[in-house]
């Protein structure tokens, strides 16, 4: 069991939660959370790269001189990949690399994730998160009293339009609702900053499912 000091947006401490990282992830495995981290940044792949082969670049086909008797090594048109300005030999072709690992091994790898963060001390609880206005400079007062800096992520509960504008300008800040948390986002960042609410939906995942 551990105890997390619970702040308010002042950088208070209102009191502490108590939360047991076996209950969020019974174990933390590094082999799935590798492979979910593998799949998610090879799915952010456009996979647009290419090459021209000899056949697409410019140039007559015409035998650049005849075999034998010049003195010089043989040689064919001047599209040659062995040549400047010829084709690649072995070029790169448009490719889709998506592909997804078992949707409950996601899930698993994002509860993992959560974990992982409360053991490495690198999870701040605040009671609650939410904003009248738009306000970039509210949002990193915010955050300058809860001592966050560097890579930061901000988990809610739910998606609130005006925390959302308020985080999305400051560099090295993301915000995403805790729905569309997943191993890759979480590992990502260094520190977390999570709502008491959206941490429960993690201890309590019959009640609210979190997807991979």
Do not use: C
Not at 57 to 65: D, I, L, T
Not at 73 to 93: E, L, M, N, Q, W
Not at 182 to 198: C, F, G, S, W
């Amino acid at each position: 069991m551990v105890s997390l000091p619970l702040y308010d947006k002042n950088g208070n401490q209102l009191g502490s939660f108590e939360v047991d990282p076996e209950a969020i992830a019974p174990k933390i495995s590094k082999q799935l959370l590798h492979d979910a981290v593998v799949m998610y940044q090879a799915n952010l792949r456009q996979g647009s790269a290419k090459s021209k082969t000899r056949a697409e670049v410019a140039g007559a086909k015409k035998k650049m001189y005849r075999q034998k008797g010049t003195g010089n090594a043989r040689a064919g048109h001047k599209r040659s990949g062995v040549r400047r300005g010829g084709g690649h030999i072995f070029a790169k072709r448009p490719r889709n690399w998506y592909y997804r690992l078992p949707r409950k091994a996601l899930q698993n790898a994002t509860r993992m994730a959560i974990a992982s963060k409360i053991n490495e001390n690198n999870l701040t609880l605040i009671d609650e998160l939410k904003m009248d206005v738009p306000k970039t400079k509210i949002m990193a007062g915010v955050l300058n009293a809860l001592n966050l800096s560097g890579t930061v992520l901000i988990a809610l509960d739910a998606y609130d339009v005006n925390t959302y504008k308020s985080a999305r300008n400051i560099e090295g800040v993301r915000i995403l609702p805790v729905a569309e948390l997943n191993a890759y986002e979480i590992l990502r960042p260094r520190k977390l900053l999570m709502t008491k609410a959206a941490l429960e939906s993690f201890v309590k995942p019959k009640e609210n499912q979190i997807p991979g």
